[in-house]
């Protein structure tokens, strides 16, 4: 799954892995599915989309100044990719991470996406822990923030509502470009 967004951008989410229902039919990161729905809304209302979000991966949004990338490149069994899926994937992050040259924040969506961040910027896992809004310094000077996923679950249980995703994202934006 290729990353979607702004090659200059500042900010990059890293999610889990292409959703079955949303980027692995719609060929864009969390578009047609229902955590797209939240992170989509959240961005345009911090600023960081042109265009517009119909759920479909021929609408006309853009991102400015963000890019969505993966952590996995493939739809996991039961969406929960093996270590060796994430070991295997974790050169094309590293990749994608480096050539952004003005990259600053990183959200990372939930702890696997957490994990494979900080393994591609350099970070140490022990150090970097996982938990809702925390922020670890990487050693190339980026920040990582951490949100539990968006995800349909963690929505309609309430382990993630609008206002905590809401908060990550002030977070990012404060930190600023």
């Known amino acids: 799954m290729p990353a979607f967004g702004d090659a200059e951008a500042w900010l990059a989410i890293v999610g ?3 959703g079955k ?16 729905d ?3 809304a959240t961005l345009e209302k911090h600023g960081f989309t042109d ?6 991966g ?10 969505i990338l993966n952590a996995v490149k493939c739809l ?7 270590p060796e899926e994430s070991r295997n994937c974790r050169p094309f992050l590293e990749q994608q991470l480096a050539a952004l040259p003005k990259l600053r924040v990183v959200i990372a969506l939930g702890q696997i996406a957490h994990q494979s961040a900080v393994k591609a910027l350099g970070g140490k896992l022990p150090k970097a822990r996982f938990a809702h809004l925390a922020e670890h310094a990487l050693p190339g000077g980026q920040t990582l923030i951490d949100s539990y996923h968006c995800s349909r ?5 309430g382990r993630l509502t609008p206002a ?9 934006v404060a930190i600023g470009p």
């Open 16 to 18: 889990l892995a292409p």
């Open 21 to 36: 229902h949303g980027a692995n039919r719609t060929g864009r990161p969390f578009t047609g599915d229902f955590a797209g």
């Open 38 to 40: 939240l992170l989509f």
């Open 51 to 56: 265009g517009r979000y119909e759920a479909r």
């Open 58 to 67: 021929d609408d006309d949004l853009r991102l400015r100044g963000a890019i």
């Open 76 to 82: 996991p069994p039961e969406n929960k990719p093996t």
């Open 153 to 157: 679950y963690n929505q309609n249980t």
């Open 164 to 172: 905590m995703f809401d908060a990550v994202f002030e977070r990012a």
